[in-house]
Each structure stands twice: as C-alpha cells, then as structure tokens.
C-alpha cells in the first residue's frame, strides 16, 4: 500500500514537472517562438495558453508593444556648416518576430545597432538641410524623411520604426560662444551707429538753435537800431521844433547835455571858475543869483 502511495506520488511530480515543461503562456502584449536547438519551429502571436515538446524545445518571448529607442546624443553638420547637438529618441514595433530573432535576438542588441541607424539618417538628412528648416514648421517633414530612411534598414530586421522626432537640438559650447560674441559685436556695433546719429541730430539741432538765434539777435539789433534811430530822429525834430521856437531852450538843453557828459562819474573833478558860463544855470538856479546877474550886466 505503502509502495502504491509512493509509485502514484512519483508520478504525480513528474506529471506536473512534465506539464510545466510542456505548457506556457502568451499574453497579449507578447509574440513567441518556439525553437529547437537554435531552429525558429513555429511563431506564436495569438495569446493564450500553448503547448512544446518539454527539455527539446525552448520559447523565445518578443515584446508586440511599441517600445522606446534612445540613442546617444549625435553632433551634425548642418547644409549652411552649423553644428548641432542633436538629441533624438524613436518608437519601433516588431513585426517579424522570425528577422528579428534571427538578426537582432535581444532588445540590447535591437536598441545598439537601431542607433547607429538613427543616428546615421540622422546625419544625412540634417546635412542637407539648413537650421532655419530645423527650426520651422518644415522640422515635421525633416522628421518623417528620417524615419522613412530609417524603416528602409529596419524592415529587413524585422522592426518598423513608428516615429522619430527631435528631443533637443542645441548649438556646441564653443559655436554658442562664438554666436554670442558676434551677436554683442552687432550690438555693440548698432549702439555705436545710434549713438553717432544722435550725436548727429543733435549737432544739427543745435547748429539750427544756433542759427535761429543769431537770426533773432540779428533781427532784433536791426529793429532795435530802426527803432533807435526812429527815437533819435523823433528826438532832433522835437528839438529842432523847440529851439525854433526857443532858442534860450536849446542853450538849456546843450547846456544839460555837457553836465551828463562831463559829470557822468563819481571822480570827476572840473577846476573852473563858480562864475563861469558853464555854470550859468546852477548859479540861476541858487538864491541871490539873479540879482548878481543882473548887478553884472
């Protein structure tokens, strides 16, 4: 009884030991191949559970889902001699398990040689491009001639490459010193020309002050002399018109005008006689005077 128990035990394992070396699973985000002694036997893309030869037949799971590929950051020359850093990533899809494993084998291996083949694209259709295209709406067609330059090396493979597209596109360090040197050398450039305008209109400004004023002055000295000489004429016919009619008048006057002349500073100093003509209307003027006239005369 004891032996029955032990005989039914030792089967029972190695069923399941044989079952689970027979059977296994493919989900739905998975494609398999089952393979004999490195020959592909048959292709399983439905999933479910599915059944081998158990210890002769081994299964291969491919990934059905669209997977990322990475490559390391490549620097192109441009068409107008521009150099980019440019950082790409690509979308990839297997479709023929069967070139896939018999070319690539691991996912490692897929994503090292699909760089190259990115990178490589990459290279040739930027060099015939300019960066003004990179940076455009013209960047999108860029993209797609990439790619499709890329599936044409991809389908033999197995894989097709879904999209490509451009992380970042950057200008190397010493390009972007360089760029940055120019740009402040035309800035520094342009301020120096708008400063030199400036200086410009503003020496036309005031040459124009310059003139405009010397031609006020100008205008104005001749209205002041026209006026003057108005007032002088105005003022010799008003006395020509009085020592007409009073000749003691215009004495008076010419008599004023010599004190204004000769009396015109704090230092002056006339030695003359009180009694003199030239003092004849301060000594009219000064009480008594007209009787010592008079005596005189």
Known sequence: MNRTLMIAGVALVALVILASASLFTVTQAQQALVVQLGAIKRVIQEPGLKMKIPFIEDVVYIDRRV??????????????????????????????????????????????QMGSVVNSAMRRVLGSVTLLAVLSEERARVMNEIRDQVNAEAKSRGIEIVDVRIRRADLPEETSQAIFARMRSEREREAAEARAQGQEQSQQIKARAERERTVILAEAQRDAQI??????????????DATSSD???????????????????????????????????????????????????
Do not use: C, H, M
């Open 227 to 240: 006026q003057r000489g108005e007032g002088d004429n105005q003022a010799l016919k008003t006395i020509a």
């Open 247 to 297: 000749p003691q008048f215009y004495a008076f006057y010419r008599s004023l005008e010599a004190y204004r002349k000769s009396l015109n500073k704090d230092d002056t100093t006339l030695v003359l006689s009180p009694t003199s003509e030239f003092f004849r209307y301060f000594n009219e003027s000064a009480p008594g005077a007209a009787p010592a006239r008079q005596a005189a005369q």
């Open 67 to 112: 997977l990322d590929l990475d490559p390391p950051v490549e620097q192109v020359i441009l068409a107008d001699q521009k150099r980019l850093d440019v950082d790409a990533f690509a979308r990839y899809r297997i479709i023929d398990p069967v070139r896939y494993f018999q070319s690539l084998r691991t996912e490692q291996a897929a994503s090292a």
